[in-house]
């Protein structure tokens, strides 16, 4: 006798998963109706009133008096002419480029590849003027390089920046061995 309530049971429960999504389906039906019937009516009200874009037109044309009280409004400005201008010309910033310049360039400076280093250095001071690290690292690369005016003027305005920076006592050793074999040929004309 038992077979029997549980086959009973399992009917019921099938006819309810059959038959529920069809219920379902029938009220979604009927709720799309309703919104599509509440949709369409609100359209042809608002078809029905004016557009409220013609009475909120902006009005671009010039004041009445506006020639005469600002006379000087449609005369061109050429920036290039005004020398008293504050304005300069505008470069680049981009200080994760600046530091991605100086790590290439250290990686070309340790190969003694000079030349690329002294490239990457100048390009990372187009980046991020007065960069001390970038300034320090090109005096040293044209130093190697054999440019040792160029090098004296890096390291002075690395010194400019960070005067008791990290690298100050090597920029002013490397200045003051610079400065003597400058001196050298000179005393030797």
């Known amino acids: 006798m038992k077979p029997i309530p549980l086959i009973v049971l399992s009917l019921v429960l099938l006819a309810g998963i059959l038959f529920s999504p069809r219920l379902s389906a029938q009220e979604d039906d009927s709720s799309t109706r309703t919104s599509s019937q509440q949709?369409?009516?609100?359209?042809?009200?608002?078809?029905?009133?004016?557009?409220?874009?013609?009475?909120?037109?902006?009005?671009?044309s010039p004041p009445a008096n506006d020639q005469k009280n600002h006379p000087m409004s449609?005369?061109?400005?050429?920036?290039?002419?005004?020398?008293?201008?504050?304005?300069?010309?505008?470069?680049?910033?981009?200080p994760h480029k600046a530091a991605k310049d100086v790590e290439v360039g250290d990686y070309y400076f340790k190969k003694k590849n000079y030349k690329a280093a002294i490239s990457r250095y100048q390009e990372a001071l187009v980046y991020k003027p007065n960069d001390a690290i970038a300034e320090y690292r090109l005096a040293e690369a044209l130093d190697k390089n054999g440019k040792s005016d160029e090098a004296v003027q890096h390291y002075q305005e690395y010194l400019k920046?960070?005067?008791?920076?990290?690298?100050?006592?090597?920029?002013?050793?490397?200045?003051?061995?610079?400065?003597?074999?400058?001196?050298?040929?000179?005393?030797a004309k």
């Open 74 to 94: 449609s005369t061109k400005i050429d920036d290039e002419s005004d020398e008293d201008s504050d304005v300069q010309e505008m470069h680049p910033w981009d």
């Open 39 to 60: 949709d369409k009516s609100t359209d042809d009200a608002r078809a029905a009133e004016e557009s409220s874009s013609k009475d909120t037109r902006v009005d671009l």
């Open 161 to 187: 920046i960070l005067p008791h920076g990290p690298n100050a006592e090597d920029a002013q050793k490397a200045l003051a061995k610079l400065n003597a074999e400058q001196a050298k040929p000179a005393a």
